[in-house]
């Protein structure tokens, strides 16, 4: 894995259109803080007085909100991947988002809380305008979320008052903290009205496709390199090796003349047996012999790699870009200089497009925990199968309707993806869920509102079928013609509900990392070495 640009602008974009629609962490650090010098405290001047940093017509946030805001979008940010970006035990403010060192991880951050606290208030805003409710579901999610702090400050001897100042600092209450998650929902609740009474006619879907047919296709090609690169000995830079780079011209151009698949796939494995040297032998022990068997069998799985199907488009390849051009045909080939070698390319499938028909979901997993980390609750399979059921139970004896299953999804499912959404899944393709849940769902008998239990590597599955549902395609473009429809509305609603915010005092939020963390960071490292 690699920070590439595409992958900087699929994360950056978190700051600006669909932030508001991510569920907001309750706590950020989950561990106590004893070192009350660390937390940030409330006496903080703004250019609104009264410790408010942002603020409109009918809604004031307090630095210590933001602070708390900061946190949490930080530590979300965490979860979803990981440190692979920054250096956690060093200052965001000195660590870069991008090569050239224009933003920093401390900026990017505050740009976030900055565009959700934004949008968050701009939306709540309309919401209330419009005569958006908090739902019942929302008001048992947020008391979910502080049953579960309470828990985590009962473990360590705290009152929740005293667990959240050890965490967040003077001025962040439990009142403070469910204003914003209410206000969070209620501007989430008008966002989704919103999103969902927009629709488009097939004629509409048919010219925004055509009009961006690299968003929503897919091609299947095969590609095989040869490099003509090494290392050098310092492995600091890349030595190009002038007699090889001739000699893997010669042969990329030798694969780009073959035309079809089995022709194309054939001439890999001559290759590789010609240059065994180039064969990974992953089965073979560094003790045991290799077969004949064993070596065709590597070349075999070698030449199968170079398959390639279902592909989307991306910007950031040669290769993509060259597979995704108009006019692309089956039997099409071309070699690409990377840079570091040569890539022969021939067209399988040109671009087309999903016409797979989707499913719409709703479940409430019950997850099989049998050697949890510490801290965490031991889930045996005998016992998460016995609480799916009494859920499946509690269900039926009730309405037994989709409103109720959505609102036992938001009280009782194990899963972060889907929960706070009632457990519903829509537009899902077959074959991107686990195998018994695929096979569930998408079964050629079913029909809407069928429920039933079912078990995965996951856990135990109490489903509600929703609705099968359009084709993949028109699925993915009627997403974007909502998503775009929403930034253009809520253009317009920014400039009716303003918002005004204290830049100056948004830069002086930090992260709070309680010194019990930071000590068993350092006893994490010095045990590794």
Not at 57 to 77: A, C, E, H, V
Not at 120 to 133: L, P, Q, R, S
Not at 454 to 472: P, S
Request: charged share 30%.
């Amino acid at each position: 894995m690699y920070k590439s640009n595409s992958i900087r602008k699929r994360i950056l974009a978190a700051a600006a259109a669909g932030i508001l629609l991510l569920s907001l962490p309750m706590s950020g650090c989950n561990k106590e803080n004893n070192d009350e010098s660390s937390v940030p405290q409330s006496s903080k001047d703004t250019k609104f007085g009264d410790n408010i940093v942002a603020q409109s017509k009918s809604y004031k946030i307090s630095f210590p909100l933001m602070q708390y805001l900061y946190n949490s979008l930080y530590y979300r940010f965490l979860d979803s991947y990981g440190s692979y970006y920054f250096d956690t035990s060093k200052s965001l403010s000195e660590q870069y988002v991008d090569a050239d060192n224009t933003q920093s991880w401390h900026d990017y951050f505050v740009e976030m809380s900055k565009n959700y606290i934004q949008q968050t208030i701009v939306f709540a805003e309309a919401g209330n305008e419009a005569g958006t409710k908090i739902t019942d579901e929302n008001l048992a999610a947020i008391n979910t979320q502080f049953d579960k702090m309470e828990e985590e400050a009962t473990e360590k001897g705290l009152s929740l008052d005293e667990y959240i100042k050890k965490n967040y600092g003077d001025g962040v209450t439990r009142e403070e903290i469910e204003k914003l998650m209410k206000m969070s929902y209620l501007a989430q609740n008008y966002a989704n009205d919103l999103y969902d009474s927009f629709s488009y006619t097939d004629e509409q879907l048919e010219k925004y496709y055509s009009e961006n047919k690299n968003q929503f296709s897919y091609a299947d090609y095969m590609s095989y390199s040869f490099s003509y690169s090494t290392i050098n000995d310092e492995g600091t830079s890349m030595v190009i090796d002038e007699e090889k780079k001739t000699e893997s011209k010669e042969y990329a151009d030798a694969l780009a003349n073959c035309k079809t698949s089995e022709d194309f796939e054939e001439y890999i494995k001559k290759y590789l047996k010609a240059n065994p040297s180039l064969v990974s032998m992953t089965t073979a022990s560094a003790e045991a012999s290799v077969t004949e068997e064993d070596f065709n069998q590597a070349v075999d799985n070698q030449a199968q790699s170079a398959y390639s199907e279902f592909v989307p488009y991306s910007d950031s390849s040669d290769v993509l870009q060259w597979v995704f051009e108009d006019g692309r045909k089956e039997g099409d080939t071309t070699v690409i200089d990377t840079g570091a070698g040569y890539v022969a390319v021939l067209i399988l499938k040109p671009a087309y497009r999903d016409e797979a028909i989707t499913r719409d979901i709703r479940h409430i997993l019950v997850a099989i925990n049998e050697n949890p980390a510490e801290g965490e609750e031991k889930v045996t399979d005998a016992q998460a199968k016995e609480k799916a059921e009494q859920i499946y139970r509690e269900w039926l004896a009730g309405d037994a309707t989709e409103e109720t299953f959505a609102e036992l999804a938001a009280k009782y499912s194990d899963d972060p993806g889907s929960a706070s959404n009632g457990g519903l899944y829509e537009d899902v393709r077959e074959g991107t869920m686990v195998q018994p849940f695929n096979d569930w769902m998408f079964d050629s008998s079913r029909q809407g509102g069928d429920h039933d239990v079912v078990k995965t590597d996951f856990g135990y599955h109490v489903m509600y079928f929703v609705k099968t549902g359009k084709e993949a395609w028109k699925s993915s473009v009627d997403q974007a013609l909502r998503e775009q429809s929403r930034s253009e509305k809520y253009e317009d609603l920014s400039k009716k509900y303003t918002v005004e915010i204290d830049d100056t005092a948004l830069n002086d939020m930090e992260i709070i990392v309680p010194e019990t963390e930071t000590e068993e960071n350092s006893e994490s490292t010095e045990s590794s070495e």
